[in-house]
Structure formats: C-alpha cells, structure tokens
C-alpha cells in the first residue's frame, strides 16, 4: 500500500525551530519529486516546498523562503522540512504529498494524512 | 506569487453539471499545461481528481472533466451526485519553478 505518514509537528513558541518528517512506503521513492503543502484552520491550501527525484531542483514560497528547507533522503525513504524562525502565520496542518513523477512540475497524486504546527506563545 | 482565483462557492442539483473556473496569469495557468484539480472533504486529506489540464487519475469517475482557454482552468462535474459535495482546489505549476494553489471552492449540492 502507498503511504506516506508525516511527523514531527507540535507547540512551539514563536522564533524557535521545528523538523517534520514524512515516511513513505509502498512506491519507489527516488523516482518521484515529493512536496510539503499546508494548510491552516479553516483555510485553503498553500504549497510550502518541493524537491525533485534527485535533489537538483527545490523550490519555496516567498512565505517560508529563507527560514525553511526542504531535504530528502532516498536512502531512508523520507521527506523532511526544517522550519527555523517559526512565526505564527505557519500555524497549519502540515501534508507531505507525493507527485506523479520526478519533476515539481507534476501533480501529487498521494498525500499524508498531515502533522499539525502550532506556533504560539 | 498570486493564488490562482476561484469562486468562493458554486452550488447544483443533483443530476446537474457545475463548471468551477480557475484563473491565474500567463506565468502559470496560461503558460503551461501543468493544471490540477484536488478535491478535499471535511477532516480528510486533498485527493488528485484532474491532472495536466484535462487527465484524469485512475479510479476517478469520468463525471469530471478539465479544460483550459487562455489564463483560465475549468473543471466541471456532471451528473452531480450527493457524494461531490465538497471543496475544490486548482493549482499550477509556474515560470518560477513553484507550485501556486487557489483560493479553493465549496461545492454544495442542493
């Protein structure tokens, strides 16, 4: 069965740092780019960050653009997102989603079930 | 980097077809095929319903359809049924090598 399965979300307090993770299982994972969309309550989706099969292409929204970063590894079969200077605009359920093929120009056919953020003192 | 425009909210009967547009610029939705559409219930993860303006995954009814004229994506449900009641999102690739998501649409069935 294809899965992915984030974690690593929680409480954390403005300015501080937070690593998600999202595990995938069930499809060869270096053959696919994977990304990080969140969404917060009661709001739309925003697309956080993407990485292609291999690393070689990355991009960001102007939102997280330099305070977060996206990094995989194939090895593992994992996604990770290091989030630095946390504000509470990030406060969000957070979804790691797998695309239909190796470029980030591809849709995300599987997602996660999300780990959810919250940035508050 | 603008969120694609969508209608907050688009209604029908059952048995009706909707059409939910998609608007964005010549550096995302008009410049490239690279269109979706999600569908997401309440409380659970988005699901891929169109891809690449107009192809839709395996195991998704035929009832949706996707197109594209200029800057705008459209994706219409026909034979709308109780179980399409939810919200809609677009999303594009862009010429910056992003991804941008609309505003989302609720879909009521009446």
């Known amino acids: 069965e294809v899965q992915l399965v984030e974690s690593g979300g929680g409480l954390v307090q403005p300015g501080r740092s937070l690593r998600l993770s999202c595990a995938a299982s069930?499809?060869?994972?270096?053959?696919?780019?994977m990304h990080w969309v969140r969404q917060a309550p009661g709001k739309g989706l925003e697309w956080v960050s993407g990485?292609?099969?291999?690393?070689?292409?990355?991009g960001y929204a102007d939102s997280v653009k330099g305070r977060f970063t996206i990094s995989r590894d194939n090895a593992k079969n994992s996604l990770y997102l290091q989030m630095n200077s946390l504000r509470a605009e990030d406060t969000a359920l957070y979804y790691c989603?797998?695309?239909?093929?190796?470029?980030?120009?591809?849709?995300?056919?599987?997602w996660g079930q999300g780990t959810m953020v919250t940035v508050s003192s | 980097q603008s969120a694609l425009t969508q209608p907050a909210s688009v209604s029908g009967s059952p048995g009706q077809s909707i059409t939910i547009s998609c608007t964005g610029t010549?550096?995302?939705?008009?410049?490239?095929?690279?269109v979706s559409w999600y569908q997401q219930h309440p409380g659970k993860a988005p699901k891929l319903m169109i891809y690449?303006?107009?192809n839709r995954p395996s195991g998704v009814s035929n009832r949706f359809s996707g197109s594209k004229s200029g800057n705008t994506a459209s994706l219409t449900i026909s034979g709308l049924q109780a179980e399409d009641e939810a919200d809609y999102y677009c999303?594009?690739?862009?010429?910056?090598?992003?991804?941008?998501f609309g505003g989302g649409t609720k879909l009521t069935v009446l």
């Open positions: 069930g499809f060869t994972f270096d053959d696919y780019a």
């Open positions: 989603a797998k695309a239909t093929g190796p470029r980030l120009l591809d849709a995300f056919d599987i």
């Open positions: 690449d303006v107009s």
């Open positions: 999303s594009s690739y862009t010429s910056s090598s992003l991804v941008v």
């Open positions: 990485i292609s099969w291999n690393s070689g292409s990355i």
């Open positions: 010549s550096s995302d939705v008009g410049g490239y095929n690279y």
